[in-house]
């Protein structure tokens, strides 16, 4: 005897919009990036996650290519997944998610298929807020860009951004509370937190990723696309016979950035901060460059450059993390690395245990020396306009 599953968390992913402002001919969901379509890779990440019912609402027509999709995504778990038709507006479709749910659900969970490469981490922390608060609960970002209010073309004033967030997806409920909650809705919302928070619930937030972002646009679905084609590498059995290699780095960062500055993995209140499209951290650039040099990996801009809003504001962990990554991908474990940076501040020798510290843990434990100088007044760095650091990386085939 088959025993019906009676997961207590309920999944349920809109993928019933047009997509119109994407300029494909297939609906959003239906369009393909990296060999699957977007709703494929928006279900990896829900069945990477903690088990749930899921269900899936689909344009009209399109119900049999979303359960195909779904299956394949959810292997063993395929008897936890069901396809409703989607209905005029977006929160038409999430109530015809809501009435297929099945008795045992207690927590639903929202997710736009359009946030394709949401991680599974999300849906786990959005569950386990739910559960601690009984509250509403959103993933969201801190807004990073300087925002200001406008009338026309005319810039009114600048608006405090520490107050606000960029909410994502999966948002998540009490099941009672999103079923009353859309029971008395009046109006259409543009979230499923706004509708619920109308209705007199609390909503809390979450960290977000980076990776939750919407593809709404042609620039955002070649941003997906990019995120999922894999960087050819060069395999370790044939780069250089498997012996070792080096590679070397250098990176630049001008002072004049906003905020602290952030230099070998730490932060330096009071010091003034460096300019670039993340913390402008030299020290961590040039190993990231050093380490994808040795591995033949292109540079620093090929991973990370400006195309790539989600290391924007990055520091030196997330980068080292993914760099090492990328290096055991393709097959090579680092050694150690050793960098010199010149600079006339700050004052590093106090903190030189503490940076190496934290750039060794970012690389997995692998060593990290460093020094520092000063360019007895030459120079850009001797004239304090900036930071020059130069890195020296040891890999070996995993």
Avoid: C
Avoid at 169 to 194: H, I, K, M, N
Avoid at 289 to 312: N, V, Y
Avoid at 356 to 378: H, I, N, R
């Amino acid at each position: 005897m088959t025993l019906t599953p009676s997961p207590r968390v309920g999944v349920i992913v809109v993928a019933a919009g047009s997509g119109t402002r994407l300029g494909q001919d297939a609906p959003k969901a239906f369009v393909g990036i990296g060999g699957h379509t977007i709703l494929r890779h928006a279900l990896r990440g829900v069945f990477s996650a903690p088990e749930a019912q899921v269900v899936i609402v689909a344009p009209a027509g399109r119900e049999g290519e979303a359960l195909t999709d779904a299956r394949e995504a959810a292997g063993a778990r395929a008897d936890l997944v069901s396809v409703v038709t989607g209905g005029a507006t977006r929160q038409g479709s999430v109530a015809a998610g809501i009435a297929a749910l099945w008795p045992s659900v207690e927590v639903v969970l929202v997710h736009d298929a359009a946030r394709a490469l949401t991680p599974p981490d999300v849906f786990a922390r959005v569950i386990g807020a739910v559960d601690r608060t009984g509250w509403g609960v959103v993933p969201a970002l801190a807004v990073i860009d300087t925002i200001k209010r406008v009338e026309g073309e005319r810039i009114v004033e600048a608006v405090d951004r520490s107050q606000l967030a960029a909410a994502q997806t999966p948002q998540g409920f009490r099941r009672d509370v999103l079923e009353t909650s859309y029971a008395v809705a009046a109006e259409e919302y543009t979230d499923d937190a706004a509708l619920v928070a109308a209705a007199g619930h609390r909503v809390a937030i979450v960290e977000g990723d980076p990776l939750a972002f919407k593809i709404t646009t042609p620039a955002d679905l070649d941003r997906a696309r990019g995120l999922t084609t894999p960087v050819p590498a060069v395999p370790a059995a044939s780069a250089g016979h498997g012996m070792p290699r080096v590679g070397i780095g250098t990176d630049v960062h001008a002072f004049g950035g906003d905020g602290s500055l952030w230099l070998a993995g730490l932060e330096w209140p009071g010091e003034p901060a460096l300019s670039g499209h993340s913390d402008g951290d030299a020290v961590a650039h040039a190993i990231v460059d050093a380490l994808l040099s040795a591995a033949g990996l292109g540079d620093i801009g090929t991973h990370f450059g400006t195309s790539r809003p989600e290391f924007a504001g990055a520091h030196a962990d997330t980068f080292l993390a993914r760099t090492r990554e990328l290096l055991g991908e393709a097959g090579w474990a680092v050694v150690n690395v050793g960098v010199q940076f010149q600079s006339n501040r700050p004052r590093f020798a106090p903190r030189r245990a503490e940076a190496e510290a934290a750039l060794s843990a970012a690389l997995g434990g692998s060593p990290v020396s460093l020094a520092a100088t000063t360019t007895d007044g030459l120079g850009f760095t001797g004239a304090g306009d900036g930071v020059q650091a130069f890195a020296v990386a040891l890999i070996r085939p995993a």
